[in-house]
C-alpha cells in the first residue's frame, strides 16, 4: 500500500496502515501508523493536523480517501497515528431537518446534498413514494438506512456517494489464501415457532418445519407490534435459525466488499454456505497485505 498525507506520499516512514469499512458504519476508516523522530534530522519531518487530506493506494487504485479527525503522538514509541474518515461519514455527523416527501432514491439523493456530498449511482429501492415527517436529531445515514430497510450499502466512489443493495454480487474464496479462521455456530436462540397474540387469541402463527427438525420444537408467544405491517409479517420476523458467524484473514488484497455474498470453495472448520460480508479491513505491515473479513450465514 502507498500513503499520502495532504499530497505527500509517507509511504517509507508507513509502520502499518489498516483500511477498514463496516456495514453498520457509514463511511470507511484508515489508521496509519508512521515513524516521528523530531530529533533525527535523517527522517523528514511529520506534522500532521486534523483536516488534512489522506489517500491510500494500491497498484494504482484507491482504496481510501478522506481527511485526518484524530492525530496521537507517541513519544516512547516514537510514532504517530492518524485516525481518518472518508466523506460518506458526514452522513452519520448531519442530523436531518424534514419533512421530506419523495421515492427513496429522491430523498438519499437530497440528504447527501444537504451534507455537501455529491450523489452518484443510488439504487432505487421499491421507488414507492414515502413521506418522512421532521426528524431532528437523527442521522442523515440512519434515515437513509431506514428508507431502505436496512438492506442498502453506501461507499465513495470517484468524488461521490454511490448506494447499492446488499447481497447484489457474489464472490468465491479460495481457502488456499486463508491464514486465520475463526467460526462460531450456535442455535442457542434458535426459534423455530413463533405466535403473536392479539385480544389474548393467537393472531398469527408462524412455524419452520426444517429448523424444528433439526433443533426440536422453540416457540416464541408475542404481543402484536405495531413496527410490523402485520401479524403474519411479525411471526416470521420473530423465527431465527442457527447462526453462524466467521472472522477470515486471507493473504494478499481481496477484492471482496461489504454487502457481498462470499462462500468458501470448499467446507472448512464449520464454515459452509452463503456468507453476508459485513466487515471488510485491509491490513499492511512490514510490506504485507492482508485481508480481514468478518462474515455472517444466511
Known amino acids: 500500500m502507498r500513503v499520502w498525507l495532504e499530497g505527500r506520499e509517507v509511504t517509507g516512514l508507513c509502520i502499518r496502515t489498516a483500511v477498514e469499512k463496516h456495514l453498520d458504519g457509514a463511511g470507511a476508516e484508515a489508521e496509519i501508523a508512521m515513524v516521528c523522530a523530531p530529533m533525527d534530522s535523517r527522517l523528514p519531518r511529520l506534522d500532521p493536523a486534523c483536516g488534512q487530506r489522506v489517500e491510500v493506494r494500491q497498484q494504482g487504485e484507491t482504496l481510501f480517501f478522506g481527511r485526518v479527525e484524530r492525530v496521537s503522538y507517541d513519544a516512547a514509541a516514537l510514532e504517530l497515528t492518524v ?43 421499491d421507488g414507492q413514494e414515502v413521506r418522512l415527517g421532521a426528524a431532528c436529531g437523527r442521522s442523515a445515514f440512519r434515515t437513509i438506512c431506514s428508507l431502505y430497510d436496512g438492506r442498502c450499502v453506501l461507499d465513495w466512489r470517484d468524488g461521490k456517494v454511490d448506494l447499492y443493495p446488499r ?16 467460526a462460531r455456530n450456535t442455535c442457542e436462540d434458535a426459534v423455530t415457532q413463533a405466535a403473536v397474540y392479539s385480544g389474548g387469541k393467537v393472531a398469527a402463527l408462524a412455524t419452520d418445519d426444517r429448523g424444528a427438525e433439526a433443533f426440536g420444537l422453540r416457540r416464541r408467544n408475542e404481543h402484536l407490534s405495531l413496527a410490523c405491517a402485520s401479524a403474519e409479517e411479525q411471526a416470521q420476523a420473530a423465527l431465527k435459525g442457527e447462526v453462524r458467524q466467521a472472522r477470515l484473514t486471507l493473504t494478499g488484497r481481496s477484492p471482496v466488499k461489504c454487502g457481498q455474498i462470499v462462500t468458501l470453495d470448499k467446507p ?26 468478518g462474515v455472517v450465514g444466511l
Open 83 to 125: 485516525l481518518a474518515f472518508d466523506p460518506v461519514s458526514l452522513l452519520a455527523k448531519n442530523h436531518c431537518r424534514g419533512p421530506y416527501l419523495g421515492t427513496p432514491q429522491s430523498i438519499t439523493r437530497q440528504l447527501c446534498r444537504e451534507c455537501g456530498l455529491e450523489p452518484g449511482d443510488i439504487w432505487p429501492g
Open 167 to 182: 447481497g447484489v454480487s457474489r464472490a468465491v474464496l479460495a481457502s488456499g489464501q486463508l491464514t486465520d479462521l475463526t
Open 268 to 293: 472448512l472448520m464449520g464454515v459452509h454456505g452463503d456468507y453476508l460480508v459485513e466487515r471488510v479491513a485491509w491490513h499492511c505491515r512490514g510490506g504485507l497485505t492482508s485481508t480481514q473479513l
